[in-house]
């Protein structure tokens, strides 16, 4: 097991750097400062709360459930890098208590009339379709700015993220509410990100991560002596973001008729019950009645509220499909996945498009 230098490696070696020039001095624009500083602050006070998992497990002084939990955390921690060959370092062997239900709330929006987002760039993570913030306030401010503008907006709370191996990322108390083994796959999937990542390809970046997460907990469940999993909440997830996708792709279509505003309005009101509609069907004729996502349904809808569905599942298939062409070799699989990123842009999404194909005619 590795032993946490002092000071968790210099608190990451003063911040890598300084991070870097602090954002090259907050990209030197003044009303972008207020937004990259608290970003940067935000980043340094969780990386001070840090304290190693052992020291908080070893603790008699600390809640019992708390180190329970740590306990099973630490030997996915360890699965993930010994059996799936995920990166091996100090990420996830650490704790952060950071006292607020989420480390950070993403804001999205978009144009009334277009699922277009809002991009926003940044030097590590590249360009993402939100902005994250880590007061929820501020995220609230946002939001209420973009309303004036005329923007559907959405807020997510994130309990959860990588900073794709800047820093040693910590298991954050936002997680502890989590059964154990989602506290594993949140493991397995954030270090995939920092075994592998794309700037500016999020679809292949999610895509890939989730299948390492799926895959790996199928193994690490086996590892166990568990029974597989027997799908069943997966199969209504992948259910209910079809039903998403299908009507991001008719308000899609919508937009681009030349309708007045006012009509346009009803015509996009009439897609977002439409999608009620087909939910509750669905639920209640196949899934026997289970609530599980009643509350986003039953939530004001927009635009922006459908970003990110699709984002972290549309590629997975294709992942599948190149674990099984190398046999289930982690490394193999890696080295493939590499090279589909060296590809450009439009090659690689050939080729992802191919493994699907593949997938799909070994499913018939």
Known sequence: MIRPRSSHRLLDRVFRILFPGLLLLLLNGCSSAGYYSQLVGGQLRLLQAREPIDQVIADPARDPQLRAHLVQARAAREFA????????NQSYRLYADIGRPFVVWNVFATPEFSLAPQIHCFPIAGCVAYRGYYSQG???????LQRLKGMDVAIGGVEAYSTLGWFDDPILSSMMHWGDERLATLIFHELAHQRFYIKDDTEFNESFATFVEQEGTRQWRASRGLAPDTGKRMRQRDQFIQLVLDTRQRLEQLYTQPLP????????????QRLRTHYEHLRDSQWAGDKYFDAWVYAPLNNARLLPFGLYSRWVPAFAALFKQVDGDWLAFYTEVEKLGRLGAEERKAALEALMEQATSRAS
């Open 81 to 88: 890098s010994s059996h799936l060959h995920l990166p091996e």
């Open 261 to 272: 505003a006012e009509q346009m309005r009803q015509r996009k009101a009439q897609e977002f």
């Open 138 to 144: 501020a995220a609230r401010g946002e939001a209420a």
